[in-house]
Structure formats: structure tokens, C-alpha cells
């Protein structure tokens, strides 16, 4: 079946550090993939999204690559900010299922000044 | 484009009441919406699909006699947490897609309900 990991957080990072959060994925067929952003007391907001392989989702400075091979899609920022401050969740969406949505646990990102 | 509007955003409760919950899509037509619920540091738990004209399909473990769900026009649908106890407290999030495919669900800034 399909089905989405996510590392475990919390994430606590300085100002400007580098952001990676791993995502794998089990999929029957070919997914698209997204990263959605929840800032705390809100609903999801999409991030970013890839909908076959190679392909890269890029929005707000984060960005994250398809890649079929390693079945993952780690999520990446070259210099977090405060702002960042939120929960991350990784999802996947396949047509041979019905376009349900499978989600990931979601991991806390805290940045600190 | 693509917003989905959640009322209310916030709703305390005395347990037996019920409350409504309404998700709109304000620029675009939703065959289909989604209710999720989500847990203190928890991801989200999917309860039912809500369809246009016809009646929800809900998730298996989920009430529906307790959590009634209508979804009378492209842009609107409801949830009704009837009889509300105490442990129906939680974050209760909408959310609708343009179509289908590879179409990214829009969320609703959901309802953190509250019951006394």
C-alpha cells in the first residue's frame, strides 16, 4: 500500500543554519509528492509539490527533488529563518488510489535567533 | 485562487450541544471536500470525504450519526459534531481540490473545538 515517512522531530536550528527533513514514500504506482506547512493554531498550507520523477518543487527557498530511485523527497533550505518556525508534512497523492491523499507525521521545526 | 474558507475558527461547547462547522471554496467549485482530524502533535486523520449531491463516505472507525456531514452545493460543506463530549475536542480541518489527478489538496485554516 502506499505510505509516507517522515523524520522524527522536534527540529531545533540556529538562525541561518541548513534545513534537511527526510521523506520516503511506498507507492503502488507513480505518486505526485508535496510538502505541506502548518504554523501553529492554522490549517496546511502547500508548499511545494512534484509530480514525476527528477522533477523539483522550489517555493520560499525550500526545495525538494523526486527522486524514483530512493523513493524520497527530503525537503531543504540553505539558511532557515524564524518565520520557518512551523510543523512539515509530507504527502503523497496516487491516481491507482483514488488521488487519496496519504500524509506524513509532520515534523516541528523551531528555529531560534 | 484556490482558497478554502473554514468557519468558525474557534468554538467552546457544553457537552450534549452540537456544532456546526462550514467549509466554503470561495473561488472554485469542490465536487469533493475532505474532513480531517488532527491530535495535539499529531498528523492528520482523514474522516470522510464529503461529495456534492450525494452522502459521505467515511473513514473506517469514524461515527457518522455523530459527525454528520452535508454537502449541499460546489461550495459548501458541513460538519456537525452532534452530542459533543468532551473527547470530540480537537482540530478539525477542511480541505478540497480543483480536480482531480495530480491537484494539490487547499486547506481551510481550521476549527479547534473545544467541549466543556
Known amino acids: 500500500g502506499n505510505s509516507v515517512t517522515q523524520m522524527e522531530g522536534p527540529v531545533t536550528l540556529s538562525e541561518e543554519a541548513f534545513l534537511t527533513i527526510n521523506c520516503t514514500y511506498t507507492a503502488t504506482g507513480y505518486p505526485s509528492l508535496f510538502w505541506y506547512v502548518q504554523y501553529p493554531g492554522e490549517g496546511l498550507q502547500l508548499l511545494l509539490k512534484a509530480t514525476k520523477a527528477d522533477d523539483k518543487g522550489s517555493n520560499k527557498g525550500f526545495e525538494a527533488t523526486y527522486r524514483k530511485e530512493t523513493t524520497s523527497f527530503h525537503l531543504e533550505k540553505g539558511s532557515v529563518q524564524v518565520s520557518d518556525s512551523a510543523v512539515y508534512f509530507c504527502a503523497l497523492s496516487e491516481l491507482y488510489t483514488g488521488n487519496q491523499f496519504y500524509f506524513g507525521t509532520g515534523t516541528s521545526l523551531t528555529v531560534i535567533p | ?116
Open chain 2, 1 to 116: 485562487g484556490a482558497v478554502v474558507s473554514q468557519h468558525p475558527s474557534r468554538v467552546i461547547c457544553k457537552s450534549g450541544t452540537s456544532v456546526k462547522i462550514e467549509c466554503r471554496s470561495l473561488d472554485f467549485q469542490a465536487t469533493t471536500m475532505f474532513w480531517y482530524r488532527q491530535f495535539p502533535k499529531q498528523s492528520l486523520m482523514l474522516m470522510a470525504t464529503s461529495n456534492e449531491g450525494s452522502k459521505a463516505t467515511y473513514e473506517q472507525g469514524v461515527e457518522k450519526d455523530k459527525f454528520l456531514i452535508n454537502h449541499a452545493s460546489l461550495t459548501l460543506s458541513t460538519l456537525t459534531v452532534t452530542s459533543a463530549h468532551p473527547e470530540d475536542s480537537s482540530f478539525y480541518i477542511c480541505s478540497a481540490r480543483l480536480s482531480g489527478g495530480n491537484s494539490p489538496l487547499h486547506f481551510g485554516n481550521g476549527t479547534r473545538l473545544t467541549v466543556t
